[in-house]
């Protein structure tokens, strides 16, 4: 392997070049200490068994020698400590001054071998040897990734050492410097073997760093990606949430301009009524699209919390037939409600959602029957159903409906008007507000039987004390003669088609384009005249007023009971929070005339005919 850099991660930084050769000088400098600490052992060994043999100076001699080299490579290794070598050259070059102090060594302990050897008995003399090879035996793993500095050493520690063994003239000597030669040159193999699996080492080490810097960039782009996508997506939340806002406002002007004229148009003008219709369903269709588009975009986007709570599903069904009765009825469907006293634990907002979904799709699906909207309890869950009469739902199809932008197939059939509308998205808007709140939701379904959906949600407990909201009638006529309803809203065409549609339902109107104007007027409004009996407002007003702003002011001057509805053209704001902190109601632009009129008459407590 060359000495090509890789790199090393440390403690989850972004790693540092590495290669064989700072390995094999780091692997050095690592054993340095040992290495200084053993050879003040190996002198105390020899001072202890020889010490009392030698001459005086000599020992003197030997012991400054062996000093200066201990603390020339002590500083040595407090210098490489401090340094931060970058280059190769520079690796280089610590690697020679360490091998230099090796060498030294390795001399040094050759001299010792050669002055000291003869002096004592045999047993002195053995130890002598012992400890000689003992350092040649330890250099093996700190030398055996450099060869010739191996070779070197050993060098310098057994030739003189087996010269003087050879040279004592003693019986034996010869065949003794002979076995002496004989286990260092074993010694030197045994280093070959291990400068090999050293290599190895140290190769798989280079790898798993390379491996390291890889994962820490692969790491990092996909955090940036991570980043990208984030922006681009808040991005688009943004681009929805403005561009809604703005197509909202024509388009439930539209709706309402239609409505008014539909009433002030006669039962006997045929075509007028069906253009009047067709526009109805066109507002309607754009509005089914925009609400699904901005719901999975919020919930992609992370912009939906859960929140849960005991809450009565008595005022669930109560909205739901309040949103879906006029459908039904249009279409000739019998709409039920069963199992209003039941209490369910789960976030009310997200349930409804659900729920309006699931009933939203079985009217608009069904042709005859009817469909129930129906809570049961099983066990500690409480199993909030819709059933419908509808044409059913194909086995291989009951997974893939929960899938975005998947539609049934028709299989040439024509499909009525009113299945045309969607994208295929409320099923998956569904399928994840229930895993957003870990409520199992099942489908059973045959075809030609019908189809019930299954939300699964933990039965709940309401405090000791409840008020119930009164429940208003559910015929599908209005009447609002004699009704003061107060309107801000700062979208002259919005405005024109509201003060149109509420002055044919009979209301007298008190209208205005601005917060500011409509604080003049209540401020101005004689005590004796009657309160307002609605105010319904836009919710974006001028200067960064606010619809609220106006329910607050009008309220103040009429009395805290004074009912209200906020229309917006936004759906991404958590609106719902601020509903339920000032007592209003929440409508989202376009609002088609239905809804509208079921709102003002659930708000009155009117009686409808």
């Keep these: 392997m060359s000495n090509g850099f890789a790199a090393t991660a440390i403690d989850g930084q972004p790693a540092r070049p590495s290669s064989r050769l700072q390995e094999e000088v780091r692997s050095s400098f690592d054993f340095l200490p040992a290495t200084l600490a053993g050879n003040a052992v190996g002198l105390a060994i020899v001072g202890v068994l020889l010490g009392a043999a030698a001459p005086a100076a000599l020992l003197a001699g030997w012991l400054a020698a062996y000093a200066v080299m201990l603390g020339a490579r002590l500083a040595l290794l407090r210098r490489f400590r401090r340094a931060d070598p970058c280059t190769p050259a520079q690796w280089r070059r610590w690697q020679w001054a360490w091998n230099l102090g090796t060498l030294v060594s390795g001399a040094l302990w050759g001299a010792t071998a050669w002055l000291f050897y003869g002096l004592g008995n045999s047993m002195q003399q053995v130890g002598l040897i012992i400890t000689v090879y003992t350092f040649c035996a330890v250099a093996v793993p700190v030398l055996a990734h450099q060869p010739r500095v191996f070779m070197l050493f050993t060098a310098l520690c057994c030739v003189p050492l087996a010269a003087r063994v050879a040279s004592n003239g003693t019986p034996g000597s010869w065949q003794l410097a002979g076995v002496l030669l004989t286990i260092f040159a074993t010694t030197s193999v045994l280093a070959h073997a291990y400068r090999q699996a050293l290599h190895r080492a140290i190769d798989l080490k280079l790898q798993a760093d390379g491996l390291a810097l890889q994962l820490h960039a692969e790491k990092q782009a996909a955090e940036a990606a991570r980043q990208e996508a984030e922006v681009a997506n808040r991005a688009k939340?943004?681009?929805?949430?403005?561009?809604?806002?703005?197509?909202?406002?024509?388009?439930?002007?539209?709706?309402?301009?239609?409505?008014?004229?539909?009433?002030?148009?006669?039962?006997?003008?045929?075509?007028?009524?069906?253009?009047?219709?067709?526009?109805?369903?066109?507002?309607?269709?754009?509005?089914?699209?925009?609400?699904?588009?901005?719901?999975?975009?919020r919930i992609d986007s992370g912009g939906v919390d859960v929140h849960p709570q005991p809450f009565a599903i008595e005022g669930?069904?109560?909205?739901?037939?309040?949103?879906?009765?006029?459908?039904?009825?249009?279409?000739?469907?019998?709409?039920?409600?069963?199992?209003?006293?039941?209490?369910?634990?789960?976030?009310?907002?997200?349930?409804?959602?659900?729920?309006?979904?699931?009933?939203?799709?079985?009217?608009?699906?069904?042709?005859?029957?009817?469909?129930?909207?129906?809570?049961?309890?099983?066990?500690?869950?409480?199993?909030?159903?819709?059933?419908?009469?509808?044409?059913?739902?194909?086995?291989?199809?009951?997974?893939?409906?929960?899938?975005?932008?998947?539609?049934?197939p028709t299989n040439g059939a024509a499909l009525p008007p009113e299945q045309h509308k969607g994208l295929g998205l409320g099923l998956a808007i569904v399928k994840r507000l229930a895993g957003l709140m870990g409520a199992p939701l099942t489908l059973r379904s045959r075809p030609d039987h019908g189809s019930v959906f299954t939300l699964q949600l933990p039965i709940g407990q309401l405090p000791a004390t409840r008020t119930e909201a009164p429940r208003a009638s559910t015929s599908a006529g209005l009447t609002l003669a004699g009704r003061l309803i107060v309107l801000v809203e700062d979208e002259p065409a919005v405005r024109a088609g509201l003060e149109a549609l509420l002055h044919t339902w009979g209301a007298t109107l008190a209208s205005f384009d601005s917060h500011t104007t409509c604080a003049t007027w209540a401020a101005a409004r004689p005590a004796t005249e009657p309160p307002p009996d609605l105010v319904i407002t836009d919710h974006r007003l001028e200067s960064g007023r606010t619809g609220i702003d106006a329910i607050r002011l009008l309220r103040q001057h009429f009395g805290a009971a004074l009912p209200a509805i906020v229309v917006t053209g936004s759906s991404l704001s958590g609106h719902e929070n601020e509903a339920q902190r000032d007592d209003f109601h929440l409508l989202i632009k376009p609002v088609a005339p239905a809804r509208l009129r079921a709102m003002v008459a659930f708000k009155l407590g009117v009686k409808r005919n």
């Design 237 to 297: 939340t943004q681009f929805f949430a403005a561009a809604s806002h703005d197509l909202r406002q024509p388009l439930h002007a539209m709706g309402l301009f239609a409505e008014a004229l539909r009433a002030k148009t006669h039962n006997n003008d045929a075509e007028v009524v069906h253009l009047v219709n067709s526009i109805n369903g066109s507002v309607d269709a754009l509005e089914s699209l925009f609400c699904e588009l901005l719901d999975i975009t």
């Design 316 to 408: 669930l069904l109560r909205k739901l037939r309040l949103g879906f009765e006029p459908n039904a009825f249009e279409k000739g469907l019998a709409l039920r409600f069963r199992g209003g006293w039941h209490v369910a634990h789960a976030d009310p907002v997200l349930v409804e959602r659900i729920v309006r979904n699931l009933v939203s799709n079985a009217i608009r699906y069904t042709q005859d029957g009817s469909v129930l909207v129906s809570a049961r309890p099983r066990g500690e869950q409480l199993l909030l159903q819709v059933w419908d009469t509808g044409p059913g739902i194909d086995e291989a199809d009951q997974q893939r409906i929960f899938e975005e932008f998947y539609q049934l």
